[in-house]
């Protein structure tokens, strides 16, 4: 395969790039537009990506496919928060079996896919006692492999340590193959069993050699502090980049005193965030009058503190938030808007949240990026750099992994009939 003419992401040029075997076997700056009317078929092994954008592709860090497009099953939802949600997905795990699991995750991928996703992270719940939805998604990730990357994270939804037998459910899911320990501390009954959780879900990985995702501080309580002690394990146990934090919502309402000394920790520690904009803008702040706070980690002051922090959409209809439509460029949108990261020179690199970052926070940076030597996985996007992509929510054009065509999209043709002059 060879595609020319193409753009890449902070690179005046345009490029000819090369693909042997599954690899980019060559990346070379052109001296100008190829006019080559005849490349422009994927099929043919030639693709004119005629000036637009060519990128590694998206990365989903956060999200729960065991839960999608169950939105209203068997309740709604009705106040928006992050615990009626929890309530409202217990009323519909008892109806979870293989085939619905399957028929909606492999809807929800296709969906991710179709926008230009190839690696997702995954929760699946495990306060539950037959781990349907974990096996479930631990096979789809086999069966799928050589479509889509997931990784899957065993979650303790309702407690590891405060749910019935939550630690022993914790650990059937990894000896079944579940890829990263979960924790959900501020859901535990008690600050102590939050800590002992933390320490807990360290020893874990260390136990199983696994990553770590924790759905960490997701509330607006400025006292939920379990942060500061899976940093300070993920440092003293040297984990560091293998650990990530998730929403830590409530780092949006810690005083700045605290969260100097906390940003200190972090930056030590090397730990990665994942913030889900959408998520939280709907479900935070709901215990609010007014003034209501945005309830977004400080995305901003992490980035700029050098700490790798990355977007994700958490739910596409799900009990918790009933949008969602696997485009992570929307999240993108609304994650900027709302931490105010809305400078020139935020646009100019804001792909890196949904790409780059979300690749280190999965710890697959060996294979991903477009470098010669690496699988010749990218998308060609709908616009030329990071800005103009963003601000026109480019449509993903095509999705190549190692070499072989996902996906290709037709733009949209607009006709006027009466703005013609
Ligand atoms: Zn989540």
Redesign the pocket.
């Known amino acids: 395969m060879k595609i020319i003419n193409a753009r890449l992401r902070k690179q005046p040029d345009l490029y000819t790039l090369e693909v042997e075997d599954g690899l980019f076997s060559a990346i070379r700056a052109q001296q100008g537009y190829i006019d080559n009317a005849a490349a422009n078929n994927p099929a043919d092994d030639m693709i004119n990506a005629d000036g637009k954008l060519l990128c590694a592709p998206f990365v989903e860090p956060?999200i729960?496919l065991d839960a999608a497009l169950t939105a209203g099953e068997p309740n709604w939802n009705q106040s928006g928060t992050l615990f009626e949600g929890i309530e409202r997905w217990s009323e519909r795990k008892p109806m979870l079996n293989e085939q619905d699991i399957r028929q909606r995750v492999l809807k929800t991928v296709e969906l991710l896919v179709a926008n230009g996703v190839q690696h997702i992270r995954t929760?699946a719940d495990t306060s539950d006692p037959t781990l349907v939805g974990l096996k479930t998604l631990c096979d789809l990730r086999d069966e799928l492999k050589d479509r889509i990357d997931i990784q899957v994270v065993a979650f303790p939804q309702d407690g590891l340590l405060s749910f019935p037998n939550g630690l022993q459910l914790m650990e059937q899911a990894l000896e079944y193959g579940a890829d990263v320990v979960g924790g959900i501390p501020h859901f535990e009954y008690t600050r102590e069993l939050g800590e002992q959780s933390m320490k807990t879900v360290i020893e874990l990985a260390l136990r199983y050699d696994r990553l770590v995702d924790v759905?960490c501080d997701e509330i607006d309580d400025p006292n939920s502090r379990f942060l500061e002690v899976l940093a300070c394990e993920a440092l003293f146990k040297e984990l560091g980049p293998r650990v990530t934090a998730?929403?830590t919502t409530a780092m949006h309402s810690y005083d700045n005193a605290y969260c100097s000394k906390l940003f200190r920790l972090l930056k030590q520690s090397g730990i990665n965030f994942v913030s889900?904009p959408t998520e939280s803008i709907h479900l935070q702040g709901r215990f609010d009058s007014y003034p209501k706070r945005r309830g977004l980690t400080r995305v901003k002051e992490l980035n700029e503190a050098g700490i790798n922090v990355c977007f994700a959409e958490?739910s596409i209809f799900d009990p918790w938030y009933s949008l969602g439509n696997g485009k992570l460029l929307r999240s993108l949108d609304f994650g900027l808007h709302i931490c105010q990261m809305m400078g020139y020179k935020d646009f100019q690199s804001a792909l890196d949240l949904i790409t780059d970052n979300g690749a280190r926070t999965l710890n697959i940076t060996d294979r991903y990026g477009i470098e010669t030597g690496k699988p010749a996985s990218f998308i060609l996007l709908e616009g030329e750099d990071d800005y103009s992509v963003l601000r026109n929510q480019g449509e993903v054009l095509l999705s190549v992994r190692q070499g072989e065509v996902l996906m290709q999209r037709q733009p949209a043709r607009v006709v006027f009939n009466r703005l013609a002059h």
Do not use: E, F, W, Y
């Open positions: 956060h729960h929760h759905h998730s929403h889900c958490d």
